[in-house]
């Protein structure tokens, strides 16, 4: 008799779209510190995350701000805040991470909304790139 086939995500699968994510979130920054630069603004990047010096810009930067900051959300949720992770590969919807804030809020991000996230970060990434050329 064979094993019944995997028909959900599995944790690994949850890993995998977790490391998608912080990634994707690598490169964006990547951009946008490359994009300030650019911008001649290379003394202000160099001390803490660019998304906080993004968000002192004026023009088109508020444009994106918006759509960087919900990445932003996801990406701190993985990066800081992990409190458990749960796939069962024989049952729908149950492959989901859990982030405990550090207000005590609990969050939780099932794989679709990692796959949504990595969707947005790809748009992301051709976008800055625009900005200040």
Excluded at 12 to 38: A, H, P
Excluded at 83 to 90: H, I, N, R
Aim: charged content about 25%; overall charge positive.
């Amino acid at each position: 008799m064979s094993a019944p086939e995997l028909t959900h995500p599995t944790l690994k699968d949850l890993k995998f779209e977790i490391g998608q994510v912080l990634v994707g979130w690598s490169f964006l920054e990547n951009t946008m510190r490359g994009q300030s630069k650019r911008a001649g603004l290379q003394k202000k990047i160099m001390k803490g995350p660019v998304i906080v010096h993004w968000r002192t810009y004026p023009d088109r930067a508020e444009e994106l701000l918006k759509p960087i900051e919900k990445v932003a959300r996801v990406r701190n949720l993985l990066a800081h805040c992990i409190y458990s992770l749960s796939a069962d590969p024989w049952t729908a919807n149950s492959a989901v991470i859990v982030c405990v804030a550090p207000d005590g809020t609990k969050h939780s991000l099932n794989i679709e909304d990692l796959q949504e996230t990595c969707t947005e970060l790809s748009k992301l990434m051709v976008t800055p790139i625009r900005l200040y050329s």
